[in-house]
């Protein structure tokens, strides 16, 4: 019988249609209370001793514990918007530049090098854009916002 989460009446009658001439009595699990002891209610005594008495336990290997720092990538993606679309959108875009005119310089094969000119000017254009769109994404994983304008003058 497979195990599925099912309330026993449904359990019951599967197993009896599964198994036409045996009867199965199902019974839940009484509830098993915990025997710990209850805090009282109220107000409690309060009892002081001479001895410092330690309350938190130190690690086992005696170094302070830390928190670990999400990598880049996560703080990038954790409030996704819409700038942050546009910059993985000049990422790609200045990927596919990169790959498309450099296996064309380097093999001849998506555009038969037409025009070696042109294979450069493209590739440095996708280059930059790699390099503009990596300046954006750390600042905005930093938080930094650009100065404001009023007129012709920066804040």
Do not use: Y
């Amino acid at each position: 019988m497979p195990a599925t989460l099912e309330n026993p009446k449904t359990r019951r009658a599967t197993e009896q249609r599964q198994n036409p001439g045996h009867r199965v009595e199902v019974r839940p699990h009484p509830i098993k209370r915990d025997s710990t002891p209850r805090k009282p209610i109220g107000r409690q005594a309060v009892v002081r001793t001479s001895v410092p008495v330690a309350t938190a336990t130190a690690p086992t290997d005696g170094r302070p514990t830390r928190r670990k720092r999400r990598s880049q990538v996560s703080r990038f993606f954790r409030p996704f918007t819409l700038e942050k679309s546009f910059t993985l959108m000049g990422f790609v875009t200045g990927a596919v530049l990169v790959v498309l005119f450099a296996t064309d310089l380097i093999f001849a094969w998506p555009l038969m090098r037409a025009s070696t000119l042109f294979d450069v000017t493209f590739m440095l254009v996708g280059l930059l854009m790699l390099v503009s769109s990596f300046g954006v994404a750390k600042d905005q994983v930093r938080g930094r916002r650009p100065p404001k304008r009023i007129g012709s003058k920066l804040l």
